[in-house]
Nanobody, 121 residues
């Protein structure tokens, strides 16, 4: 079962905006810290943004001031608002979260399969 699923990727021009969503399964017993990552072909995966259960956010320096991570627990959704997009933001964007699928299970990190963001003129 896929517990996280990203959407909202696509083609956007430099300077444009895009909002990514990551919906998580209602079958998850508990969900904790959540993250957005990105990876371009042949490059290392980069942690873009994180949000803790308390709502504390962190960002990679390359996106700080341009991207905003947020979540809406009532909608079981994590968001990444991306503004002032640059060509170098082009990557596959994936979400991850630390979860418990079942009560008393050890928390573990699970991943979505990603959504492609391409910034090009």
């Amino acid at each position: 079962q896929v517990l996280l699923e990203e959407s909202g990727g696509g083609l956007v021009q430099p300077g444009g905006s895009l909002r990514l969503s990551c919906t998580y399964s209602k079958s998850i017993f508990s969900i904790y810290d959540m993250n957005w990552h990105r990876q371009a072909p042949g490059k290392q995966r980069e942690l873009v943004a994180s949000i803790t259960t308390a709502g504390t956010t962190t960002y990679a320096e390359s996106v700080k001031g341009r991207f905003t991570i947020s979540k809406d627990n009532t909608k079981n959704t994590l968001y990444l608002q991306m503004n002032s997009l640059k060509v170098e933001d082009t990557a596959m964007y994936s979400c991850s979260a630390v979860v418990r699928k079942v009560e008393h299970e050890h928390p573990y990190e699970t991943w979505g399969r990603g959504t492609q963001v391409t910034v090009s003129s």
